[in-house]
């Protein structure tokens, strides 16, 4: 088993920590943007604390492990996931008005998950960190 970890860059948002906080505490809120025949061909089920569908085959989910308001939410595996991970929030308040935010992502994989997987987690972080950046009106941290 091997420890792989993905880090995001540190963005600045024009929003409270208290919004970007709920945001991410409440998992339906990730399905939102989903079509609604995407949701059914990967049987997307969500509610307030845990989110689980289908992935190229396989079952994946996540379900909130610990919420420290307005500063950390902590998801881990949820369901029967084929690895371990857990995936953090950090968010850090600058203002009444501005925050920053960062994500981390942990996983112990196999041999096989390993180089299925290995080197595009840090791409999916940097990826997440991108939308959420462009769809809150974030800016990157010098």
Avoid: H
């Amino acid at each position: 088993m091997a420890n792989i970890q993905a880090t995001g860059r540190k963005v600045k948002l024009q929003q409270p920590d208290s919004m970007v906080f709920a945001l991410f505490s409440d998992l339906t809120n990730f399905t939102k943007n989903l079509p609604e025949d995407m949701q059914k061909k990967a049987d997307v089920v969500a509610t307030a604390d845990t989110l689980s569908g289908k992935v190229q085959g396989f079952t994946l989910g996540i379900k909130v492990a610990e919420r420290v308001p307005f500063c950390l939410i902590r998801y881990e595996q949820y369901g029967k996931v084929p690895f371990s991970f857990n995936f953090i929030v950090r968010i850090e308040a600058i203002s009444p008005n501005e925050c920053t935010f960062y994500l981390e992502l942990n996983a112990e994989l196999s041999g096989m998950f390993k180089m299925m997987l290995g080197g595009k987690l840090q791409e999916a972080v940097d990826k997440v960190t991108d939308e959420l950046e462009k769809g809150m009106g974030g800016s990157p941290m010098a």
